[in-house]
């Protein structure tokens, strides 16, 4: 079995839409008026997004959308990518449970984790 897909419901769609284009490549391949869009991370992975509204979504303590890279040079450089974006990144990556990792807040709220194997 493989995990094919997720929704992940967001405050400002079109917001929601660029951050995962722009920092974390992904590419919409279709899109339901101011509903939703799904998006593809080249992998087989699709990421529908769903507007929520103008109720931001509450997500559990602990929730997080964790992306693996290949490199510890390329978790740094995404890392300062999203520093320069004026991103909350807080710490620097480090070494967490045998990974490189960083964790950083985005789309109201919802953490993020970059991470390569160490």
């Known amino acids: 079995m493989k995990l094919n897909h997720l929704n992940l419901c967001v405050k400002d769609l079109a917001e929601a839409q660029h951050f995962f284009e722009h920092f974390l490549g992904f590419q919409t391949k279709a899109q339901k008026s101011d509903v939703s ?53 807080g710490n620097h990556p480090r070494v967490i449970r045998g990974g490189y990792t960083f964790y950083f807040h985005a789309l109201n709220d919802i953490m993020f984790e970059v991470t390569c194997s160490q």
């Open 37 to 89: 869009r799904v998006m593809d991370d080249g992998e087989g992975f699709l990421l529908v997004l769903s507007s929520m509204g103008e109720e931001p979504p509450k997500y559990p303590n602990g929730f997080h959308v964790g992306f693996y890279v290949e490199t510890s040079e390329k978790v740094d450089e995404m890392y300062e990518q999203l520093k320069a974006a004026k991103v909350s990144v």
